[in-house]
């Protein structure tokens, strides 16, 4: 599958701020330093189709955009950012929280972790919520261009422990640096869903 379009629709902090055209969503949600922005901008081939921030724990809103005039990716706020106040990241998880809630048009969400660190108590959090909610839930490894060939491996080995994933749960490891295997990504993450397929 090829991104040949993809268009910033809307930013929204409540549920009637969102499309109501119906379409798939696929949300993407991590920690705010996790290289959200730029894996989303890797996906597309678009340099500023999401706003990368040098400071961390900027993206407050839920931003809709629209792939292949098909279906939506969606990025949530970031999280676990140290330097905000509590009511600010009590805010940002109820404007999570509304968007998962019920939300018939999401169908997938992709959990974004550090391949180089141990998942964070949030993270743990995050997948523990995603789950409760049901939905199909895939771990994609950030930065992984900075990790030696022989850490992989074992690094998996950590992830998979500490969010206790099963054997059949699916985790891809990716650089928006190198963009290695950016084609297979986009296939595993957006194709199940998509209805244009070209």
Not at 14 to 39: H, T
Not at 143 to 165: A, C, G
Request: glycine share 4%.
């Amino acid at each position: 599958m090829r991104i040949k379009q993809s268009e910033f629709i809307t930013s929204a902090v409540k549920r009637s701020q969102y499309p109501e055209d119906n379409r798939n969503e696929i949300a993407f949600v991590g920690r705010s330093n996790v290289g959200k922005s730029s894996i989303i901008n890797s996906l597309t081939n678009r340099k500023k189709l999401a706003k990368v921030s040098q400071t961390p724990g900027k993206t407050r809103l839920v931003n809709f955009f629209l792939i292949n005039n098909d279906f939506y990716l969606v990025d949530l706020p970031g999280y676990g950012y140290a330097k905000v106040s509590k009511s600010e990241k009590e805010s940002w998880g109820k404007v999570i929280e509304t968007y998962l809630s019920d939300r018939e048009q999401l169908k997938r969400i992709v959990l974004l972790v550090d391949s180089r660190h141990k998942p964070t108590e949030d993270d743990i959090m995050m997948y523990d919520w995603i789950k409760h909610f049901g939905y199909d839930c895939v771990v994609v490894a950030t930065k992984s261009d900075k990790l030696k060939n022989s850490e992989f491996k074992k690094n998996e080995k950590v992830i998979r422990d500490t969010l206790k994933l099963r054997v059949e749960d699916k985790l891809y490891f990716f650089s928006s640096l190198t963009k290695k295997g950016t084609e297979t990504l986009i296939d595993n993450l957006f194709l199940e869903y998509a209805t244009n397929i070209d």
